[in-house]
């Protein structure tokens, strides 16, 4: 896996589509979401890492996850800030907040103002869209 970086990753959808999943495709190119309480890291409670499914870029840590009892995993904060990036989404009838890999622009979830402190944020996450790597499986140095 490699650190969060805002260095971007640029492939076709061709080459997405070879890459990934059709389910992962579906989340994270066409901004798609799983279903509720289905995936694999809501309830996981594991330190570790969160990476981006597509393209590998640090997300999310273990240390800003918590239960948000959405069904999805979330955080109150990125990995770092320039790990992510929003924009404005206004599909299905409502104005939300996407939340996007900085690195290859995969949809990831939305981010919604209802989080704990300190950040007050809850950034709601698909987990097809992340890649998760325990503590004691990160390389030296991290």
């Known amino acids: 896996m490699t650190d969060s970086t ?14 990934l999943s059709r389910e992962q495709f579906h989340v994270l190119r066409e901004g798609g979401t799983e279903r509720a309480f289905t995936g694999a890291y809501d309830k996981l409670k ?56 900085a690195k290859c622009e995969s949809h990831l979830g939305h981010v919604f103002p209802d989080g704990p402190k300190p950040t007050g944020l809850r950034y709601c996450i698909n987990s097809v869209a992340l890649e998760f790597e325990a503590a004691g499986q990160l390389p030296a140095g991290n």
């Open 46 to 101: 594991d330190d570790g890492e969160y990476h981006c499914a597509a393209c590998g870029n640090l997300v999310f840590d273990s240390e800003q996850k918590y239960d948000s009892g959405s069904g999805w995993p979330s955080f109150y904060a990125p990995a770092d800030g320039t790990a992510v990036q929003t924009r404005e989404d206004v599909s299905h009838g409502m104005t939300r907040t996407e939340v996007l890999c």
């Open 6 to 19: 805002t260095d971007k990753l640029d492939l076709t959808e061709d080459q997405w589509r070879e890459r």
